[in-house]
């Protein structure tokens, strides 16, 4: 069974930072692309940021320059640095897994987390 669990949200202020951790558990994850997407009341889901198993990024453009996404040594760990906080960040953020190539469609990815919400405050 596969198990992705996100952690580290919380309330900040504008301009202050957070790392979202996911971690994942059920099967070999090193081969999978990871993302982070969020969710605010009443909006669709969003494409955040993605990496692949070879370390390659992307990235949606609001978030560039501001937010990081890294692996975890063992592969089934990923992070979302964020830095810069606006209150338009303020979303639930879920963590997702595929495996298939890196895309920034929620469509194409098959395993998700709860979420973790993140409220930025100005």
């Known amino acids: 069974q596969v198990h992705l669990v996100e952690s580290g949200g919380g309330l900040v202020q504008a301009g202050e930072s957070l790392r979202l951790s996911c971690s994942a558990s059920g099967r070999t994850f090193r081969s999978y692309t990871m993302a982070w997407f969020r969710q605010a009341p009443g909006k669709e889901r969003e494409f955040v940021a993605a990496i692949t198993w070879s370390g390659s990024t992307r990235y949606t453009d609001s978030v560039k320059g501001r937010f990081t996404i890294s692996r975890g040594n063992a592969r089934n760990t990923v992070y979302l640095q964020m830095n810069s906080l606006k209150p338009e960040d303020t979303s639930n953020y879920y963590c997702?897994?595929?495996?298939?190539?890196?895309?920034?469609?929620?469509?194409?990815?098959?395993?998700w987390g709860q979420g973790t919400q993140v409220t930025v405050s100005s």
């Open positions: 997702a897994a595929t495996t298939t190539a890196i895309t920034d469609s929620a469509r194409g990815y098959d395993f």
